[in-house]
């Protein structure tokens, strides 16, 4: 393989990936943003690093699938969505650049903190970066085995690649300055990166896998029969450690502070975090599904090494210098991917939170009468990203071949695990405050140096190890691995419990023995209320003071460059429809805006500093601050409460107008009812008139004439007697106002005997009455005199229906296990489906009234009815026009006992 | 919002049974297991996962 060839392959790489970075660039400057939430996803899997790459398969050659605990800790941290969501929210909201920039802004924006979060990220993640430029150059050694690590023009190719890297990182890190510290472009990159690396690595995995051996059941049985390859493949030997790995891994996927930038800052749409919740752990997978097998294959190749160069040794024992080749570049991938963003995110730390802080601090240096210093800004950021990658570089020549892959990476993540208490306190605890976060993150920072870091140095010859055998001063329990006598845990898992131990008692102790700062408490306010959108941002409230635009508008301009800040501006200003913003007075929303945009360049504690250089802030106190955010809180509950009554007030107003509506429609009945009633009286009035006028004027009228016309006068009488009683009894009935006596009835009984008192009118019109009525009695609880005053209707109504002689009417009385069923059935002309809806209403009888003389008084049924849903039953008709009809009703039947 | 506040909480829920499964004591029970069917029941329960995890996040009701 020519080395020239492979460095031109490189280089093309690079090239290609910086190509796509200017795209990503100018489509975000043009407002075209090609960041999809598949992106966003993807560009996540910056997590695999050359470590995941090579050094996955490292681990698995001689720990088995304890590997896998890396990777499940991100799966389940990641469908963590909520705790997530909260974090870009916040970082949103208060423009936050880095985790250092979030630590800080939390507890009250002080550079102390954000400085000690920055120094612990340098000094954890250094190593991690002479871990990827070592991966490069165990890698180009595995190429170039003869030339013994290589020199390209004389010069060692790790430090070539490290000088190019940190020239790219340059190039498409720091183009300009950023309120949201955005890099689309560089989102973009990283996630064509990262399909690279799967792809590569997939390629390598398949050919060992299908191409070399008969697929995964052939390789673990082949490795079964082997002492040294079967030991991987009991998954007890990583049983130990599993659980703090998997802690270890979740914590690091949200506080590395390249994933932080990735995962909070990069995001431009909290909805791609659906997407990323799935597709990311299914990157995992994928990228693990080979780890194991090809580990084994290394082993039972007999390949050199510590299997840490087993992707590119495979494929290069089969002769395979294409794949060899691929597998290089997806290894290369990985490394670049992680060193541009970590080394992003580190400058923006180091400028912000340890530099320009340090540099506002000397006064002979006039910086606050700079008029631009946004040049200044970007080439300190420039430095900062070479300086970190010499140190990694540095940090590689001299940590040599002390270490595996995997252990310096383990050693970055305890480093930044000591965020978490005071990372997830702050966005959920409102007590925990500054004094609590620096005790906590300088116990755990103190702890994981000397249990982790010093003890990976003492291997590496640079100090004495005796701390770690003797413990310090020879005091055994302060042996660096069994620190105050706890020994059976491995070196990782120990560090993790003492350091997180102390750092969450010192935060939670400092917390609570020491109270919060005005700025502090407002702080806290907004990061664990961020949810609650209405007043949720209390900061314009919680500002007084006074400023002059032209200040304000100056300071913009030293620090973001005259064009953004004019920008900035004028947009502020159109949103808000403001005319000329100048010749307005500064207000809190302005002085916050102004604050915003430059904690996106300088951070947030920066920004306070510098805020405060041209802006008379009148000092609030604890007790003020506390007492707006109280009210504000206050107000927020009101409104919810306020809230709450009107949607009871409408509910209520809902029912009013139900309400009315039935009034109404009562009302409306009520005139029906009244005219109905009038005219029902009329009719047999007028008869009763008529005759008795005749009468009247004839007295000379015949006997027989006159007999027949009392006989109409004294019918029509009766009939009127019995509308008006039958009117007063429904009156009664449906005012609940009758008099009921309930009483156990035999029903049989009772209809036999209300058949026998009408037998006399079956009779007189020849017509048939069957009954089939069961011999013992059938008890129901009822008024006896109603239920007789039922069948009477319901017989009565019968009979006037069917046609004289032919007529047959039959009355059944079924009784089931509860009930008890009466059915009047007769041979009449039956009733059509449209009257069935009204035959129970008032008034309402069957036949055509309007040919027909009316043949009762239309109030039987409905008096029925409310007769027999008094007692419980129900009272239905079954007929078809032309069949004849059956009224039935049903009782409940009362227990025999 | 509602939807995926509501599938929010539903991808806390399945983290939760994600750490159950996937450490120890749970783990434990595949310890001595053979190799294959150990190797099978972690990638086939963070299959699982990340199948559920899909249908839960992206469902929009």
Not at chain 1, 105 to 133: E, F, N, W
Not at chain 1, 826 to 833: L, Q
Request: proline share 3%.
């Amino acid at each position: 393989m020519n080395p020239w060839a492979v460095f031109l392959l490189a280089a093309g790489y690079l090239g290609l990936l910086f190509a796509i970075a200017r795209f990503g660039d100018r489509r975000a400057d043009q407002g075209r943003s090609i960041i999809s939430a598949n992106v966003y996803g993807l560009s996540l899997a910056v997590y695999c690093t050359s470590w995941t790459f090579f050094g996955s398969v490292g681990r698995a050659a001689s720990g088995g699938m304890g590997f896998l605990t890396i990777y499940l800790g991100p799966t389940l941290m990641l469908m963590l969505a909520p705790v997530l969501l909260k974090m870009i929210r916040i970082s949103k909201r208060e423009r936050l650049t880095s985790i250092a920039d979030f630590i800080a802004a939390r507890y009250g924006k002080r550079q102390a903190l954000a400085g000690l979060v920055t120094v612990i990220a340098v000094i954890g993640i250094v190593p991690y970066i002479a871990l990827q430029l070592k991966a490069i150059a165990a890698s180009l050694q595995a190429l170039f085995p003869e030339q013994g690590g290589l020199l390209l023009l004389g010069l060692d190719a790790t430090a070539v690649i490290a000088l190019a890297l940190a020239a790219f990182t340059i190039l498409f890190g720091t183009r300009h300055l950023d309120a949201t510290e955005r890099h689309e472009g560089m989102v973009a990159a990283i996630a064509f990166e990262s399909i690279v690396k799967l792809v590569a690595f997939l390629a390598v995995g398949l050919f060992v896998t299908y191409g070399m051996y008969g697929g995964f059941a052939d390789l673990f049985r082949q490795a079964a029969a082997l002492p040294r390859t079967a030991a991987l493949l009991d998954l007890e030997q990583g049983l130990g450690n599993w659980a703090p790995l998997v802690l270890l891994s979740a914590l690091a996927i949200v506080l590395l502070p390249r994933q932080f930038q990735i995962l909070v800052v990069e995001n431009v749409d909290e909805s791609h975090l659906r997407r990323a919740v799935w597709l990311f752990p299914l990157y995992l997978l994928l990228i693990n599904i080979f780890v194991l097998p090809i580990a084994i294959a290394g082993l039972l190749q007999d390949l050199p090494g510590n299997g840490d160069i087993f992707v590119l040794g495979l494929p290069l024992s089969q002769g395979q210098e294409g794949l060899a080749l691929l597998a290089f570049i997806g290894g290369l991938s990985a490394a670049t991917g992680m060193v541009i963003v970590e080394t992003i995110a580190l400058s923006t730390m180091v400028c912000n939170d340890l530099v320009m802080p340090a540099l506002l601090r000397v006064r002979a240096l006039g910086l606050a009468q700079r008029p631009d210093l946004s040049r200044l800004l970007l080439n300190i950021r420039r430095g900062a990203i070479v300086a970190i990658l010499l140190l990694g570089y540095a940090y590689f020549r001299a940590a040599g071949e002390a270490y595996a892959l995997v252990g310096i990476g383990l050693i970055s993540f305890s480093a930044v695990a000591q965020f978490a208490p005071a990372l997830f306190g702050g966005m959920y605890w409102r007590q925990g405050n500054r004094a609590g976060a620096l005790a906590g993150l300088a116990a755990g920072f103190l702890v994981w140096a000397y249990t982790l870091l010093l003890p990976s140095f003492a291997k590496s010859g640079w100090i004495p190890g005796d701390f770690v055998e003797q413990g310090l001063f020879g005091l055994s329990w302060l042996r660096a691995h069994a620190l105050f006598g706890l020994t059976g845990l491995d070196e990782i898992s120990h560090c993790l419990f003492w350091s997180l131990f102390l750092n969450t008692a010192c935060y939670l102790l400092f917390s609570l023995s020491l109270g919060p700062d005005a700025v502090e408490a407002r702080q806290a306010n907004a990061f664990v209320d961020v949810f609650q959108r209405r007043g949720g941002d209390t900061s314009a409230l919680l500002w007084r003071g006074k400023a002059s635009y032209q200040a304000l508008a100056g300071l913009l301009e030293r620090f973001l460059g005259a064009e953004r800040a004019r920008l900035q501006l004028q947009s502020y200003a159109r949103k808000r429809g403001i005319a000329d913003l100048a010749a307005r007075e500064v207000n809190a929303e302005l002085v916050r805006f102004a604050e915003i945009q430059l904690a996106g360049a300088l951070g947030s504690a920066s920004a306070r500093v510098v805020l405060a250089s041209v802006v008379e802030e009148e000092e609030l106190g604890l007790e003020e601050v506390l007492h707006i955010l109280d009210e504000a809180s206050q107000v927020r509950a009101y409104s919810r409460e306020l809230e709450r009554k009107s949607r009871e007030l409408e509910a209520a107003t809902g029912e009013l107008r139900a309400a009315n509506a039935r009034l109404r429609e009562l009302d409306r009945l009520k005139d029906d009812f009244v005219s109905t009633v009038t005219h029902e009286l009329r009719t047999p009035l007028t008869s009763i008139r008529a005759f008795s006028e005749l009468l009247a004027e004839d007295p000379d009228m015949a006997v027989p004439e006159r007999q027949r016309f009392l006989g109409i006068i004294v019918t029509e009488t009766e009939r009127l007697t019995r509308l008006i009683n039958q009117i007063l009894d429904l009156a009664k009935l449906e005012a609940g106002r009758a008099d009921w006596t309930s009483s156990e009835v035999d029903l049989a009984g009772l209809v036999r005997e209300a058949a026998a008192s009408l037998e006399q009118l079956f009779r007189d019109k020849g017509v048939a009455l069957a009954l089939e009525c069961p011999g013992e009695p059938v008890p129901v609880l009822a008024d006896r005199d109603r239920l007789t005053q039922v069948m009477i209707n319901l017989l009565s109504n019968a009979v006037k229906f069917v046609p004289a002689r032919e007529g047959r009417v039959s009355v059944q009385l079924l009784s089931s296990l509860d009930r008890v069923q009466v059915r009047v059935t007769d041979n009449g002309p039956g009733i059509g489906p449209e009257e069935k809806e009204f035959i129970f209403e008032r008034f309402r009888q069957g036949g055509n009234t309007l040919t027909d003389k009316p043949k009762g008084t239309g109030l039987g049924l409905p008096i029925s009815l409310q007769i027999v849903e008094y007692f419980g039953g129900r009272l239905w008709v079954e007929s078809e026009p032309g069949q004849g009809a059956s009224f039935i009703f049903e009782l409940p039947l009362q227990a025999r006992n | 919002m509602q939807a995926f506040n509501r599938g929010r909480q539903r991808l806390v829920a399945l983290a939760l049974l994600g750490l159950v499964l996937l450490t120890p004591p749970m783990l434990n029970t595949q310890a001595g297991a053979s190799g294959l069917d150990a190797f099978l029941y972690l990638f086939g329960v963070w299959a699982g996962l990340i199948l559920a995890a899909a249908w839960v996040a992206e469902r929009r009701d």
